[in-house]
């Protein structure tokens, strides 16, 4: 077995203590394992905070390993620091690939844990491989695809209480040449992690503003939602960018709404509020979108400026206890209109859905039901049917 060992944190040890604490609890760390490993056993430091050990497999008991090192209180003088290592292991069992890709394996496993305190031993494994070989895959041809338009956007009705079809949300596809129909969650997580959600993301809202020019021609008033990832704000400035774009495409504003997910709301609630006056300001609609399900703190709403709370059926609707989140949606939705906010439920499938939420003061509505999301042409032929 190939292990691959790094102290957490190691840079803050550092930082708070000064590099002698730190040299010091590296060598605590190299005394404890010693200890750990027989001669059969081959280990040493890679560099940094990192170890690497090689393991016979009738000697590697991951417990025993993990109980010994993955918590070591150095202590000296008055400091006294509990140093957490987590560990990333590769199974050799085969004479390929060589061994520092093996190694770089281990790490490989080692980072699908570095965020989570509580976990201290990860393995490389195929379904590992297979994550990391896809994700390389599709951020290769991500460019190639946006350039040909294999990605583009299905559009989701969204209807008034009369059933009145009174815009959509553009929901990003993905049409593989090889591997098909691709709904987001097979893509979208990967380009969250490294970064190109963005260029998915502005050519989307680029897609809706074109989309908006041409309804504007036939005289079609509706509006079209999009998404943003909380990873955008990162890479852009996100209303600057999507006010270029509608300036460009001479649309108003107010057609193209702004997707917020709520979940965005927990680390950096002061940045998104300043991004969402921001939207306000340039005369966008934001939209708090999956309202309910992640970190909805009452108290945030009222400083919350958007115009719009997008309620999910599927957070909501599915409990044991029907009654119960039956209260909880029609308070939801009395808290948005008390509020002054649009009240839109989204998931909605049926009929009995549609007929409650629309008695309890629901404005708008999204979900199978009505459709689901769907081509361009689709959705124009289906505008077209409606009206006649
Ligand atoms: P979301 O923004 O919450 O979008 C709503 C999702 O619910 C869509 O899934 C939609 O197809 C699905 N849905 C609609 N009606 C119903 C219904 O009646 N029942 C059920 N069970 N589901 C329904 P989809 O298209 O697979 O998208 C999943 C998520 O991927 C979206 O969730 C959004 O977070 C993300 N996403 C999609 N397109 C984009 C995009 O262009 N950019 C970014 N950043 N994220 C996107
Ligand atoms: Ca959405
Ligand atoms: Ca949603």
Not at 55 to 76: G, M, Q, Y
Not at 159 to 179: M, Y
Request: net charge negative; proline share 3%.
């Amino acid at each position: 077995m190939i292990l691959y060992a790094n102290i957490k944190s190691f840079k803050v040890v550092n930082d708070i203590f000064g590099n002698e604490f730190g040299d010091y609890a590296i060598r605590c760390f190299a005394e404890k394992i010693k200890k750990q490993f027989t001669p059969r056993c081959v280990y040493g430091r890679l560099g940094g905070a990192n170890f690497g050990f090689l393991v016979p497999k009738d000697e590697f008991d991951a417990d025993k390993i993990t109980n010994a090192l993955s918590l070591i209180n150095v202590k000296r003088g008055s400091i006294r620091y509990p140093i957490q290592v987590q560990i990333g292991v590769y199974e050799v069992d085969r004479e390929e690939p060589d061994v520092s890709t093996m190694f770089a394996d281990a790490r490989i496993a080692l980072t699908t844990i570095e965020k989570d305190d509580s976990a201290r031993i990860a393995y490389y494994d195929d379904k590992l491989r297979n994550e990391i070989l896809w994700n390389q895959e599709i951020t290769a041809q991500i460019d190639e695809a946006i350039k040909n338009r294999d990605i583009r956007p299905y559009l989701q009705p969204i209807v008034d209480r009369e059933g009145n079809i009174v815009g959509c949300e553009a929901l990003c596809r993905w049409i593989h040449k090889e591997k098909g129909f691709l709904a987001p969650f097979k893509f979208i997580p990967s380009l969250e992690k490294n970064g190109m959600i963005a260029e998915v993301d502005k050519y989307m809202w680029r897609c809706a503003c074109e989309i908006l020019a041409d309804w504007k021609r036939r005289g079609w008033d509706m509006f079209i939602s999009v998404n943003i990832s909380p990873k955008d704000f990162y890479y852009l400035d996100v209303p600057k960018f999507i006010k270029g774009l509608v300036e460009e495409h001479k649309v108003d504003p107010k057609k193209l709404r702004i997707e917020i997910t709520e979940t965005v709301m927990i680390n950096e609630a002061d940045k998104i509020v300043a991004i969402m006056e921001e939207f306000r300001s340039y005369g966008f609609i934001v939209e708090m979108d999956d309202f309910g399900s992640g970190y909805s703190s009452l108290n945030m709403l009222k400083s919350l400026p958007v115009d719009l709370l997008k309620i999910d059926m599927n957070f909501l609707g599915k409990t044991d206890d029907e009654q119960k989140a039956d209260t909880i949606v029609k308070n939801v939705i009395n808290l948005a209109m008390d509020l002054g906010m649009i009240a839109l439920t989204e998931g909605v499938e049926s009929q009995d859905q549609f007929d409650a939420l629309s008695k309890m003061g629901c404005n708008l509505f999204q979900g199978y039901y009505f459709s689901k999301p769907i081509s361009i042409e689709d959705f124009d032929e289906l505008v077209i049917v409606k009206r006649k």
